[in-house]
């Protein structure tokens, strides 16, 4: 049992260091003019858990749906705190970010505080969502089973994908889904 958790905390730790052991080249994801699946699902947000409904969240305007692989990893992490300090701009920009991992809600709802750092919701992707979106992590190593890829999406108002970016690599996602978000045209 132990061995287990070791195997699994390392793999996550291989995780976070994502691109440099675990790349694997060009990850599935929905094309852009794709309709998004809608989802309901539990969410957080300055540790409050709430339902978040994506078709609720796109009559605000467009969505940045970013899938990540586990919260509290080092990858992650980076990447969570990367989009808090970008939200005002994604606000001024007229778009929602919201973070999805396969995490249970309790420990998104700490993830949204501690490293979220209380500006953006994440939420919890179960199975359906993973397989809708084509975010599920391909790894031969069993402790990584039923966890994401690393996916950005930009979701027009109108509900259908205008920019998707798949890599392991958390570095581009925040830059490129900002851009995205900034060439949307009103309305769309």
């Known amino acids: 049992m132990r061995m287990t958790r070791m195997k699994r905390a390392a793999a996550l730790a291989a995780l976070g260091m994502a691109g440099l052991t675990l790349s694997t080249g060009a ?33 605000k305007g467009p969505v940045v ?15 969570a705190r990367e989009f808090a300090e970008a939200t005002d701009k994604f606000k001024a920009a007229g778009a929602t970010v919201i973070g999805m991992s396969a995490d249970p809600i309790d ?4 993830f949204s505080t ?14 359906r969502v993973i397989a809708e979106y084509e975010v599920a992590l391909k790894s031969d190593n069993p402790a990584l089973a039923g966890k994401t890829d690393r996916t950005s999406y930009v979701i ?15 570095k581009d996602h925040v830059k490129n889904t900002l851009a995205a978000v900034e060439a949307i045209k009103p309305g769309k």
């Open 27 to 59: 990850l599935a994801a929905l094309p852009v003019g794709a309709k998004a699946p809608n989802f309901e699902t539990r969410g957080a947000l300055a540790g409050k858990i709430f339902t978040l409904k994506l078709s609720d969240e796109l009559k």
């Open 65 to 79: 749906l970013y899938f990540f692989p586990a919260a509290f990893t080092p990858g992650c992490t980076a990447e």
């Open 107 to 110: 420990k998104l709802a700490r």
């Open 114 to 127: 501690e490293e979220c750092r209380d500006k953006f919701a994440v939420a919890s992707a179960g199975p």
């Open 156 to 170: 027009g108002k109108t509900g259908n994908i205008v920019y998707a970016h798949s890599a392991l690599d958390y």
